[in-house]
Protein backbone atom coordinates (compact mmCIF):
# COMPACT_ATOMS: atom_id res chain seq x y z
CA UNK A 1 0.00 0.00 0.00
CA UNK A 2 1.53 3.51 -1.24
CA UNK A 3 1.84 6.38 1.53
CA UNK A 4 -0.25 8.80 1.48
CA UNK A 5 1.00 12.40 1.43
CA UNK A 6 -0.59 14.99 2.84
CA UNK A 7 1.11 19.16 1.87
CA UNK A 8 0.49 21.24 4.89
CA UNK A 9 0.71 24.67 4.78
CA UNK A 10 2.28 26.12 8.43
CA UNK A 11 0.63 29.99 8.35
CA UNK A 12 2.90 31.07 11.57
CA UNK A 13 4.46 34.51 12.76
CA UNK A 14 0.92 36.18 13.24
CA UNK A 15 -1.94 36.55 15.45
CA UNK A 16 -5.42 35.56 16.18
CA UNK A 17 -8.03 39.06 16.11
CA UNK A 18 -11.46 38.93 16.18
CA UNK A 19 -13.80 40.84 13.29
CA UNK A 20 -17.53 41.17 13.75
CA UNK A 21 -18.19 41.51 10.48
CA UNK A 22 -15.79 38.33 8.97
CA UNK A 23 -15.30 36.89 12.24
CA UNK A 24 -12.03 35.97 14.22
CA UNK A 25 -8.99 36.15 11.59
CA UNK A 26 -5.10 35.35 11.70
CA UNK A 27 -2.71 38.76 10.28
CA UNK A 28 0.86 39.18 10.10
CA UNK A 29 1.86 36.20 9.43
CA UNK A 30 5.58 35.13 7.90
CA UNK A 31 5.96 33.65 4.88
CA UNK A 32 3.96 30.63 4.46
CA UNK A 33 5.70 26.93 4.73
CA UNK A 34 4.85 23.91 2.83
CA UNK A 35 5.80 20.79 4.55
CA UNK A 36 5.06 17.19 2.86
CA UNK A 37 4.05 14.88 5.62
CA UNK A 38 2.65 11.47 5.62
CA UNK A 39 -0.71 10.84 6.89
CA UNK A 40 0.36 7.76 8.93
CA UNK A 41 2.82 9.73 11.07
CA UNK A 42 0.42 12.69 10.80
CA UNK A 43 0.91 14.02 15.07
CA UNK A 44 1.38 16.34 16.95
CA UNK A 45 5.13 15.68 17.37
CA UNK A 46 5.76 15.65 13.79
CA UNK A 47 3.95 19.29 13.57
CA UNK A 48 6.68 20.63 16.92
CA UNK A 49 9.15 19.27 15.18
CA UNK A 50 9.17 21.39 12.25
CA UNK A 51 8.01 24.49 14.12
CA UNK A 52 11.25 23.67 15.58
CA UNK A 53 12.60 24.10 11.96
CA UNK A 54 11.04 26.95 11.32
CA UNK A 55 12.89 29.17 14.51
CA UNK A 56 10.21 29.07 17.22
CA UNK A 57 11.23 26.44 19.89
CA UNK A 58 7.79 27.49 21.68
CA UNK A 59 4.57 27.41 21.08
CA UNK A 60 1.10 27.81 21.89
CA UNK A 61 -0.63 25.31 19.86
CA UNK A 62 -2.26 24.64 16.09
CA UNK A 63 -5.41 25.53 15.09
CA UNK A 64 -7.47 24.89 12.00
CA UNK A 65 -10.29 26.86 10.35
CA UNK A 66 -13.85 25.22 10.18
CA UNK A 67 -15.27 26.50 6.26
CA UNK A 68 -18.93 25.80 7.70
CA UNK A 69 -18.88 27.76 11.32
CA UNK A 70 -15.86 30.47 10.18
CA UNK A 71 -14.06 29.99 13.43
CA UNK A 72 -10.64 28.15 14.61
CA UNK A 73 -10.42 25.19 15.97
CA UNK A 74 -7.64 23.78 18.42
CA UNK A 75 -5.42 20.58 17.48
CA UNK A 76 -5.49 19.07 21.38
CA UNK A 77 -4.45 15.92 20.77
CA UNK A 78 -3.26 13.29 18.46
CA UNK A 79 -6.87 12.10 18.63
CA UNK A 80 -7.97 15.27 17.25
CA UNK A 81 -5.02 15.41 14.08
CA UNK A 82 -5.86 11.94 13.29
CA UNK A 83 -9.43 12.79 12.46
CA UNK A 84 -8.95 16.12 10.65
CA UNK A 85 -6.49 14.04 8.14
CA UNK A 86 -8.98 10.69 8.06
CA UNK A 87 -10.79 12.54 4.79
CA UNK A 88 -7.83 13.67 3.25
CA UNK A 89 -6.50 11.73 0.26
CA UNK A 90 -2.80 11.87 -1.86
CA UNK A 91 -1.77 14.93 -2.92
CA UNK A 92 -4.27 17.18 -0.81
CA UNK A 93 -3.31 20.61 1.28
CA UNK A 94 -4.07 21.14 4.60
CA UNK A 95 -3.96 24.44 6.24
CA UNK A 96 -2.25 25.16 9.66
CA UNK A 97 -2.14 28.19 11.61
CA UNK A 98 0.43 28.65 14.51
CA UNK A 99 -0.71 30.02 17.89
CA UNK A 100 2.77 31.92 19.40
CA UNK A 101 3.43 32.65 22.92
CA UNK A 102 4.53 35.59 24.17
CA UNK A 103 6.94 35.64 27.67
CA UNK A 104 6.00 37.96 30.39
CA UNK A 105 7.91 40.81 30.21
CA UNK A 106 9.94 41.31 33.81
CA UNK A 107 8.75 44.61 35.46
CA UNK A 108 12.25 46.37 36.48
CA UNK A 109 11.11 49.11 39.38
CA UNK A 110 13.63 51.97 39.28
CA UNK A 111 15.36 53.48 42.32
CA UNK A 112 14.42 56.76 42.81
CA UNK A 113 17.34 58.65 42.44
CA UNK A 114 19.72 60.05 45.27
CA UNK A 115 18.93 63.77 44.29
CA UNK A 116 14.98 63.63 44.99
CA UNK A 117 14.00 64.99 48.20
CA UNK A 118 10.88 61.83 48.92
CA UNK A 119 10.22 63.16 51.94
CA UNK A 120 8.75 66.37 51.22
CA UNK A 121 5.62 66.32 48.45
CA UNK A 122 3.16 68.89 48.95
CA UNK A 123 1.00 69.61 45.79
CA UNK A 124 1.40 68.64 42.64
CA UNK A 125 3.10 71.28 41.37
CA UNK A 126 5.90 71.43 44.14
CA UNK A 127 6.99 67.65 42.48
CA UNK A 128 8.99 69.99 39.74
CA UNK A 129 11.99 71.89 41.12
CA UNK A 130 13.53 74.38 38.85
CA UNK A 131 17.03 75.44 38.75
CA UNK A 132 17.23 78.82 40.67
CA UNK A 133 15.08 77.44 43.50
CA UNK A 134 16.11 76.64 47.62
CA UNK A 135 15.82 73.26 48.53
CA UNK A 136 15.00 74.21 52.33
CA UNK A 137 11.77 76.30 50.35
CA UNK A 138 9.82 73.69 49.31
CA UNK A 139 10.06 71.40 51.71
CA UNK A 140 6.75 70.39 54.16
CA UNK A 141 6.13 67.42 56.71
CA UNK A 142 3.89 64.73 54.79
CA UNK A 143 2.19 62.02 56.73
CA UNK A 144 0.45 60.05 54.26
CA UNK A 145 2.82 58.98 51.06
CA UNK A 146 1.15 57.31 48.55
CA UNK A 147 4.42 55.44 46.74
CA UNK A 148 3.41 53.81 44.33
CA UNK A 149 1.43 57.45 42.65
CA UNK A 150 5.09 58.49 43.74
CA UNK A 151 6.65 56.34 40.90
CA UNK A 152 4.18 57.67 38.32
CA UNK A 153 4.48 60.87 38.77
CA UNK A 154 8.33 60.51 38.97
CA UNK A 155 8.16 58.81 35.60
CA UNK A 156 6.42 61.74 34.05
CA UNK A 157 8.45 64.57 35.43
CA UNK A 158 11.22 66.20 32.48
CA UNK A 159 14.06 68.38 32.83
CA UNK A 160 14.72 67.93 36.97
CA UNK A 161 17.97 69.33 38.66
CA UNK A 162 18.74 70.00 41.80
CA UNK A 163 21.65 71.81 43.26
CA UNK A 164 24.06 69.30 44.91
CA UNK A 165 25.67 71.74 47.66
CA UNK A 166 23.60 70.72 50.26
CA UNK A 167 25.58 68.79 52.49
CA UNK A 168 23.05 66.49 53.66
CA UNK A 169 21.94 64.96 50.38
CA UNK A 170 23.75 61.99 51.04
CA UNK A 171 21.40 61.23 54.39
CA UNK A 172 19.11 60.88 51.50
CA UNK A 173 20.13 57.87 49.45
CA UNK A 174 17.89 54.85 51.41
CA UNK A 175 14.85 57.08 49.84
CA UNK A 176 13.54 54.17 48.67
CA UNK A 177 13.93 51.84 51.85
CA UNK A 178 12.41 54.64 53.57
CA UNK A 179 9.03 54.68 51.71
CA UNK A 180 8.76 50.89 51.70
CA UNK A 181 8.86 50.63 55.44
CA UNK A 182 6.20 50.69 57.67
CA UNK A 183 3.72 53.49 59.05
CA UNK A 184 5.68 54.24 61.77
CA UNK A 185 8.60 55.21 60.20
CA UNK A 186 6.67 57.55 57.53
CA UNK A 187 4.86 58.87 60.99
CA UNK A 188 8.56 60.35 62.09
CA UNK A 189 10.04 61.39 59.07
CA UNK A 190 11.79 64.96 59.90
CA UNK A 191 11.88 68.00 57.90
CA UNK A 192 15.78 68.90 56.80
CA UNK A 193 17.77 72.10 57.79
CA UNK A 194 15.81 75.19 56.23
CA UNK A 195 17.92 77.56 57.62
CA UNK A 196 16.02 78.28 60.95
CA UNK A 197 16.24 77.35 64.42
CA UNK A 198 16.20 73.18 64.87
CA UNK A 199 15.42 71.71 67.90
CA UNK A 200 18.78 69.83 68.69
CA UNK A 201 16.47 67.02 70.52
CA UNK A 202 15.04 66.77 66.89
CA UNK A 203 18.39 66.34 64.95
CA UNK A 204 19.14 63.61 67.31
CA UNK A 205 16.30 61.76 66.99
CA UNK A 206 15.95 62.02 62.76
CA UNK A 207 19.93 60.79 62.67
CA UNK A 208 18.54 58.00 65.38
CA UNK A 209 15.69 56.74 62.90
CA UNK A 210 17.85 56.88 59.82
CA UNK A 211 20.39 54.71 61.48
CA UNK A 212 18.04 51.96 62.06
CA UNK A 213 16.91 51.79 58.89
CA UNK A 214 19.95 51.81 57.35
CA UNK A 215 20.58 48.57 59.77
CA UNK A 216 17.41 46.76 58.55
CA UNK A 217 17.84 46.99 54.88
CA UNK A 218 18.01 43.56 53.35
CA UNK A 219 21.46 42.82 51.54
CA UNK A 220 20.74 41.42 48.03
CA UNK A 221 24.08 40.56 47.02
CA UNK A 222 25.50 38.41 49.44
CA UNK A 223 28.75 36.56 48.52
CA UNK A 224 28.95 32.88 49.31
CA UNK A 225 31.77 31.87 51.03
CA UNK A 226 33.99 29.03 49.81
CA UNK A 227 33.09 25.15 50.89
CA UNK A 228 29.34 26.67 52.47
CA UNK A 229 27.27 25.83 49.50
CA UNK A 230 27.24 23.88 46.32
CA UNK A 231 24.88 24.11 42.97
CA UNK A 232 23.48 20.99 44.23
CA UNK A 233 22.37 22.89 47.70
CA UNK A 234 21.53 26.38 46.37
CA UNK A 235 19.68 24.97 43.23
CA UNK A 236 17.89 22.04 44.86
CA UNK A 237 15.17 21.39 47.41
CA UNK A 238 16.00 17.58 48.30
CA UNK A 239 17.77 18.21 51.43
CA UNK A 240 15.91 18.40 54.22
CA UNK A 241 18.49 19.46 57.27
CA UNK A 242 17.08 22.46 58.98
CA UNK A 243 13.19 22.30 57.67
CA UNK A 244 10.33 22.17 59.88
CA UNK A 245 8.05 19.06 59.36
CA UNK A 246 5.01 21.21 58.54
CA UNK A 247 6.77 23.07 55.59
CA UNK A 248 4.59 22.97 52.38
CA UNK A 249 6.44 23.17 49.13
CA UNK A 250 5.39 26.27 47.01
CA UNK A 251 4.30 28.28 49.88
CA UNK A 252 7.24 27.69 53.07
CA UNK A 253 9.41 26.74 50.67
CA UNK A 254 10.68 27.70 47.33
CA UNK A 255 9.90 25.94 44.10
CA UNK A 256 12.34 23.97 42.72
CA UNK A 257 13.83 25.09 39.66
CA UNK A 258 12.32 22.93 36.91
CA UNK A 259 14.62 21.29 34.13
CA UNK A 260 13.82 21.95 30.54
CA UNK A 261 15.50 18.08 29.69
CA UNK A 262 13.40 15.65 28.23
CA UNK A 263 13.39 12.31 29.62
CA UNK A 264 11.83 9.27 28.43
CA UNK A 265 8.53 7.89 30.15
CA UNK A 266 8.55 4.12 30.38
CA UNK A 267 5.08 4.31 31.37
CA UNK A 268 3.74 5.70 27.49
CA UNK A 269 1.71 3.33 25.09
CA UNK A 270 3.40 4.61 22.17
CA UNK A 271 7.13 4.97 21.57
CA UNK A 272 8.10 8.51 20.67
CA UNK A 273 11.49 10.19 20.12
CA UNK A 274 12.77 14.05 20.42
CA UNK A 275 16.22 15.23 19.84
CA UNK A 276 17.79 15.89 23.29
CA UNK A 277 15.88 12.92 24.83
CA UNK A 278 17.30 11.90 27.48
CA UNK A 279 17.59 7.89 28.62
CA UNK A 280 18.33 5.97 31.39
CA UNK A 281 21.12 3.80 29.08
CA UNK A 282 21.47 2.22 25.93
CA UNK A 283 19.70 -0.81 27.14
CA UNK A 284 16.79 1.10 27.09
CA UNK A 285 17.11 2.82 24.09
CA UNK A 286 17.11 -0.44 21.81
CA UNK A 287 14.00 -1.79 23.64
CA UNK A 288 12.11 1.63 22.97
CA UNK A 289 13.39 1.48 19.20
CA UNK A 290 12.13 -2.29 18.96
CA UNK A 291 8.28 -1.00 20.54
CA UNK A 292 8.69 1.49 17.76
CA UNK A 293 9.25 -0.74 15.24
CA UNK A 294 6.82 -3.15 15.67
CA UNK A 295 4.24 -0.23 16.80
CA UNK A 296 4.94 1.37 13.46
CA UNK A 297 5.65 -2.01 11.15
CA UNK A 298 8.61 -0.54 10.10
CA UNK A 299 12.57 -2.69 9.29
CA UNK A 300 15.50 -0.81 11.41
CA UNK A 301 19.29 -1.98 11.55
CA UNK A 302 21.36 -1.14 14.27
CA UNK A 303 24.63 -0.36 13.10
CA UNK A 304 27.07 0.55 15.28
CA UNK A 305 25.49 -0.80 18.30
CA UNK A 306 27.54 -0.74 21.37
CA UNK A 307 26.95 0.29 24.91
CA UNK A 308 28.37 4.04 24.54
CA UNK A 309 26.28 4.79 21.09
CA UNK A 310 23.28 3.21 18.88
CA UNK A 311 22.90 4.45 14.97
CA UNK A 312 19.21 3.31 14.13
CA UNK A 313 18.73 3.27 10.31
CA UNK A 314 15.74 2.14 8.10
CA UNK A 315 16.67 -0.87 6.05
CA UNK A 316 15.63 0.81 2.96
CA UNK A 317 17.69 2.70 0.96
CA UNK A 318 15.47 5.49 -0.04
CA UNK A 319 14.49 6.32 3.43
CA UNK A 320 16.41 8.54 5.61
CA UNK A 321 15.22 8.02 8.59
CA UNK A 322 17.36 8.39 11.07
CA UNK A 323 17.88 7.91 15.08
CA UNK A 324 21.42 8.41 16.75
CA UNK A 325 22.17 8.47 20.31
CA UNK A 326 25.20 7.97 22.74
CA UNK A 327 26.27 9.04 25.68
CA UNK A 328 26.95 13.02 26.78
CA UNK A 329 30.59 13.40 27.78
CA UNK A 330 29.73 15.97 30.36
CA UNK A 331 26.71 14.97 31.75
CA UNK A 332 26.98 11.06 31.34
CA UNK A 333 23.22 10.84 30.04
CA UNK A 334 22.34 8.54 27.10
CA UNK A 335 20.96 11.39 24.66
CA UNK A 336 19.54 11.53 21.35
CA UNK A 337 21.31 13.53 19.39
CA UNK A 338 20.52 13.30 15.95
CA UNK A 339 16.76 12.42 14.89
CA UNK A 340 14.96 12.64 11.01
CA UNK A 341 12.16 11.33 11.66
CA UNK A 342 9.99 11.12 8.57
CA UNK A 343 9.85 7.47 7.14
CA UNK A 344 9.11 7.24 2.99
CA UNK A 345 9.25 3.31 3.41
CA UNK A 346 6.27 0.49 3.61
CA UNK A 347 5.38 -1.07 6.42
CA UNK A 348 5.89 -4.93 6.49
CA UNK A 349 4.32 -7.92 8.57
CA UNK A 350 7.69 -9.11 9.02
CA UNK A 351 10.08 -7.40 11.22
CA UNK A 352 13.52 -8.92 12.86
CA UNK A 353 13.16 -7.11 16.09
CA UNK A 354 10.82 -8.97 17.14
CA UNK A 355 12.50 -11.54 18.59
CA UNK A 356 11.87 -14.06 21.70
CA UNK A 357 12.65 -11.93 24.05
CA UNK A 358 9.95 -8.85 22.73
CA UNK A 359 7.40 -11.91 22.74
CA UNK A 360 8.43 -12.60 26.32
CA UNK A 361 8.67 -9.15 27.65
CA UNK A 362 4.55 -8.60 25.38
CA UNK A 363 2.82 -11.94 26.49
CA UNK A 364 4.43 -12.85 29.86
CA UNK A 365 0.34 -13.17 31.44
CA UNK A 366 -0.89 -14.78 28.58
CA UNK A 367 1.83 -17.78 28.69
CA UNK A 368 2.09 -18.03 32.39
CA UNK A 369 -1.16 -18.48 32.44
CA UNK A 370 -1.78 -20.99 29.95
CA UNK A 371 1.76 -23.10 30.22
CA UNK A 372 0.58 -25.76 27.72
CA UNK A 373 -0.39 -23.10 25.03
CA UNK A 374 0.39 -24.36 21.38
CA UNK A 375 3.56 -22.89 19.66
CA UNK A 376 0.39 -22.16 16.45
CA UNK A 377 -1.61 -19.99 19.53
CA UNK A 378 1.32 -17.97 20.44
CA UNK A 379 1.35 -16.64 16.63
CA UNK A 380 -2.16 -16.53 16.29
CA UNK A 381 -1.46 -14.28 19.53
CA UNK A 382 1.18 -11.68 17.90
CA UNK A 383 -0.52 -11.68 14.84
CA UNK A 384 -3.94 -10.34 16.62
CA UNK A 385 -2.30 -8.16 18.90
CA UNK A 386 0.79 -6.63 16.77
CA UNK A 387 -0.42 -7.87 13.16
CA UNK A 388 3.01 -9.35 12.96
CA UNK A 389 4.22 -12.91 11.54
CA UNK A 390 6.49 -14.78 13.54
CA UNK A 391 7.98 -18.32 13.20
CA UNK A 392 7.65 -21.04 15.49
CA UNK A 393 11.21 -21.09 16.72
CA UNK A 394 10.86 -17.37 17.71
CA UNK A 395 7.89 -18.54 19.63
CA UNK A 396 9.42 -21.57 20.91
CA UNK A 397 11.90 -20.10 22.24
CA UNK A 398 9.26 -17.30 24.19
CA UNK A 399 8.35 -19.54 25.47
CA UNK A 400 10.78 -21.60 27.35
CA UNK A 401 12.27 -18.45 28.59
CA UNK A 402 8.96 -17.42 30.44
CA UNK A 403 8.40 -20.95 31.63
CA UNK A 404 12.16 -20.71 33.21
CA UNK A 405 11.83 -17.21 34.71
CA UNK A 406 8.76 -17.40 36.16
CA UNK A 407 7.91 -21.15 37.08
CA UNK A 408 11.15 -21.38 38.72
CA UNK A 409 14.74 -23.24 38.25
CA UNK A 410 13.30 -26.73 38.05
CA UNK A 411 16.66 -28.27 38.49
CA UNK A 412 17.64 -26.73 41.79
CA UNK A 413 14.70 -28.36 43.11
CA UNK A 414 15.29 -32.04 42.20
CA UNK A 415 18.24 -31.11 44.90
CA UNK A 416 16.28 -30.34 47.75
CA UNK A 417 13.87 -34.02 47.15
CA UNK A 418 15.02 -35.68 49.96
CA UNK A 419 14.62 -32.86 52.47
CA UNK A 420 10.78 -33.04 50.60
CA UNK A 421 10.64 -36.79 51.55
CA UNK A 422 11.60 -35.86 55.49
CA UNK A 423 9.42 -33.72 55.83
CA UNK A 424 6.20 -35.94 54.51
CA UNK A 425 7.58 -38.04 56.97
CA UNK A 426 7.75 -35.62 59.61
CA UNK A 427 4.45 -34.02 59.58
CA UNK A 428 2.84 -37.75 58.15
CA UNK A 429 3.88 -40.26 60.06
CA UNK A 430 3.27 -44.00 58.83
CA UNK A 431 3.67 -42.59 55.52
CA UNK A 432 5.92 -43.78 52.69
CA UNK A 433 8.31 -42.16 50.90
CA UNK A 434 11.50 -42.71 48.98
CA UNK A 435 13.79 -41.12 46.88
CA UNK A 436 16.06 -43.73 44.48
CA UNK A 437 19.54 -42.00 43.74
CA UNK A 438 21.50 -43.18 40.35
CA UNK A 439 25.25 -42.50 41.45
CA UNK A 440 26.85 -44.97 38.92
CA UNK A 441 25.64 -43.96 34.93
CA UNK A 442 27.24 -40.29 36.09
CA UNK A 443 30.57 -40.50 38.26
CA UNK A 444 30.88 -37.47 40.76
CA UNK A 445 26.80 -37.01 40.41
CA UNK A 446 23.85 -37.88 42.03
CA UNK A 447 20.71 -38.31 39.28
CA UNK A 448 17.46 -38.83 39.71
CA UNK A 449 15.89 -42.23 39.66
CA UNK A 450 12.94 -42.89 41.24
CA UNK A 451 9.94 -40.79 43.49
CA UNK A 452 7.49 -42.86 45.60
CA UNK A 453 5.14 -41.65 47.68
CA UNK A 454 1.99 -43.60 49.69
CA UNK A 455 0.14 -41.34 52.86
CA UNK A 456 -0.65 -43.12 55.87
CA UNK A 457 -4.41 -41.73 55.54
CA UNK A 458 -4.88 -43.76 51.58
CA UNK A 459 -2.78 -46.79 53.08
CA UNK A 460 -5.42 -47.31 55.86
CA UNK A 461 -8.65 -46.20 53.83
CA UNK A 462 -7.69 -49.24 51.18
CA UNK A 463 -7.38 -52.04 53.72
CA UNK A 464 -10.39 -51.29 55.73
CA UNK A 465 -13.26 -49.82 53.29
CA UNK A 466 -12.13 -50.54 49.63
CA UNK A 467 -12.38 -54.30 46.98
CA UNK A 468 -9.61 -56.22 46.52
CA UNK A 469 -8.15 -55.05 43.22
CA UNK A 470 -5.99 -52.71 41.93
CA UNK A 471 -4.99 -50.84 38.80
CA UNK A 472 -1.92 -50.14 37.18
CA UNK A 473 -0.89 -47.53 34.30
CA UNK A 474 0.98 -45.24 33.85
CA UNK A 475 1.71 -41.42 31.39
CA UNK A 476 4.23 -39.13 30.58
CA UNK A 477 4.74 -35.58 31.90
CA UNK A 478 4.58 -32.94 29.56
CA UNK A 479 6.01 -30.49 31.74
CA UNK A 480 9.24 -29.08 32.95
CA UNK A 481 10.45 -31.49 34.63
CA UNK A 482 10.56 -34.89 31.99
CA UNK A 483 9.74 -38.72 32.59
CA UNK A 484 6.51 -40.68 33.54
CA UNK A 485 4.34 -41.44 36.05
CA UNK A 486 3.26 -44.60 37.66
CA UNK A 487 0.18 -44.60 39.31
CA UNK A 488 -2.06 -47.67 41.33
CA UNK A 489 -5.62 -46.72 42.08
CA UNK A 490 -8.46 -49.27 43.81
CA UNK A 491 -12.47 -49.19 43.90
CA UNK A 492 -14.08 -48.47 47.08
CA UNK A 493 -17.05 -49.92 48.17
CA UNK A 494 -19.59 -47.25 46.41
CA UNK A 495 -17.72 -48.80 43.41
CA UNK A 496 -15.56 -45.34 42.82
CA UNK A 497 -12.01 -44.62 42.21
CA UNK A 498 -9.96 -44.86 44.89
CA UNK A 499 -6.15 -43.68 44.54
CA UNK A 500 -3.78 -45.72 46.44
CA UNK A 501 -0.13 -44.47 45.57
CA UNK A 502 1.94 -43.17 42.83
CA UNK A 503 5.76 -43.21 41.43
CA UNK A 504 7.79 -40.41 39.77
CA UNK A 505 10.17 -42.64 37.24
CA UNK A 506 13.04 -41.41 34.87
CA UNK A 507 11.33 -44.00 31.99
CA UNK A 508 9.24 -47.02 32.19
CA UNK A 509 11.15 -50.45 32.25
CA UNK A 510 11.27 -53.39 34.17
CA UNK A 511 13.68 -52.03 36.99
CA UNK A 512 11.43 -49.19 37.50
CA UNK A 513 7.78 -51.40 37.59
CA UNK A 514 10.12 -53.31 39.47
CA UNK A 515 10.62 -51.03 42.14
CA UNK A 516 6.92 -49.71 42.43
CA UNK A 517 5.48 -52.99 42.89
CA UNK A 518 7.69 -53.96 45.65
CA UNK A 519 7.22 -50.99 48.20
CA UNK A 520 3.24 -51.57 46.92
CA UNK A 521 3.47 -54.88 48.32
CA UNK A 522 5.38 -54.07 51.98
CA UNK A 523 2.74 -51.38 52.57
CA UNK A 524 -0.45 -53.47 51.29
CA UNK A 525 0.70 -56.46 52.91
CA UNK A 526 0.11 -58.37 49.64
CA UNK A 527 2.10 -61.35 50.17
CA UNK A 528 1.93 -63.40 47.16
CA UNK A 529 -1.19 -61.63 46.02
CA UNK A 530 -4.06 -64.69 46.94
CA UNK A 531 -7.46 -62.95 46.39
CA UNK A 532 -6.26 -60.24 44.76
CA UNK A 533 -7.25 -59.01 41.20
CA UNK A 534 -4.99 -56.56 39.45
CA UNK A 535 -6.21 -54.79 35.85
CA UNK A 536 -3.73 -53.19 33.25
CA UNK A 537 -3.01 -52.99 30.03
CA UNK A 538 0.44 -55.01 29.37
CA UNK A 539 2.71 -52.13 30.07
CA UNK A 540 6.46 -52.71 29.20
CA UNK A 541 7.68 -54.97 31.48
CA UNK A 542 5.07 -55.07 33.64
CA UNK A 543 3.10 -58.42 33.22
CA UNK A 544 6.92 -60.65 34.17
CA UNK A 545 7.63 -58.51 37.24
CA UNK A 546 3.92 -58.89 38.48
CA UNK A 547 3.98 -63.14 37.77
CA UNK A 548 7.66 -63.22 39.81
CA UNK A 549 6.40 -61.20 42.89
CA UNK A 550 2.56 -61.84 42.99
CA UNK A 551 1.86 -65.82 41.61
CA UNK A 552 -1.18 -66.22 43.19
CA UNK A 553 -2.94 -63.06 41.57
CA UNK A 554 -5.75 -62.91 38.82
CA UNK A 555 -5.05 -61.41 35.81
CA UNK A 556 -7.37 -58.79 34.03
CA UNK A 557 -6.97 -56.38 30.93
CA UNK A 558 -8.60 -53.24 30.45
CA UNK A 559 -11.20 -53.42 27.60
CA UNK A 560 -11.02 -49.48 26.86
CA UNK A 561 -7.29 -50.50 25.45
CA UNK A 562 -8.44 -53.62 24.42
CA UNK A 563 -11.60 -51.66 22.19
CA UNK A 564 -8.79 -48.96 20.99
CA UNK A 565 -6.11 -51.62 20.00
Given at each position: MANIIITTRFHHGGKFVSDEEYGPRYIGESEVKYVSMDKAHFSIFELLYYTKEFGYMTVGGFYFKDPKKKVFIEVENDLTSVSLVEDLEDGDFL?????????????????????????????????????????????????????????????????????SGADELSDLEGAETDLDSSADSQEFNIPEDDDSEVDEELRTFRNERRNCVKQKKPVQNEEIKLGSADSSEVDSDDSADGLEPEAVRGVDLLARRKSKKVRFDPDCVVAIFELGMIFENAKQFRKVVAEYAVEYKVRLKLKPNEKHRVRVRCEEKKCKWLLFASIDKHSGDFVVKHYYPVHVCTTTIKNKLCTSKFIASKFKDEITLQSYIKLWEIQKLVRKKLSLYVG???????????????????KMEFSR???YADMIKHTNPDSSCWVRIDRESQLGKNLFAYFYLYFDALKRGWLVGCRKIIGLDGCFLKGSCKGELLVAVGRSENNHMYPITWVVVYQEKKHSWSFFINHLIQDLNLDTGHGLTVMSHMQKGLVPIILELLPDYEMRWCARHIWSN
Amino acid sequence: MANIIITTRFHHGGKFVSDEEYGPRYIGESEVKYVSMDKAHFSIFELLYYTKEFGYMTVGGFYFKDPKKKVFIEVENDLTSVSLVEDLEDGDFLDLYVNHVVDEVEVVEDRVPSSFLCGTVGDQSSNVIGENSNVGENISTVHDINVEGLHEELTQTDNIDIESGADELSDLEGAETDLDSSADSQEFNIPEDDDSEVDEELRTFRNERRNCVKQKKPVQNEEIKLGSADSSEVDSDDSADGLEPEAVRGVDLLARRKSKKVRFDPDCVVAIFELGMIFENAKQFRKVVAEYAVEYKVRLKLKPNEKHRVRVRCEEKKCKWLLFASIDKHSGDFVVKHYYPVHVCTTTIKNKLCTSKFIASKFKDEITLQSYIKLWEIQKLVRKKLSLYVGKIVCSRAKHRIIKEFLGDWKMEFSRLCDYADMIKHTNPDSSCWVRIDRESQLGKNLFAYFYLYFDALKRGWLVGCRKIIGLDGCFLKGSCKGELLVAVGRSENNHMYPITWVVVYQEKKHSWSFFINHLIQDLNLDTGHGLTVMSHMQKGLVPIILELLPDYEMRWCARHIWSN
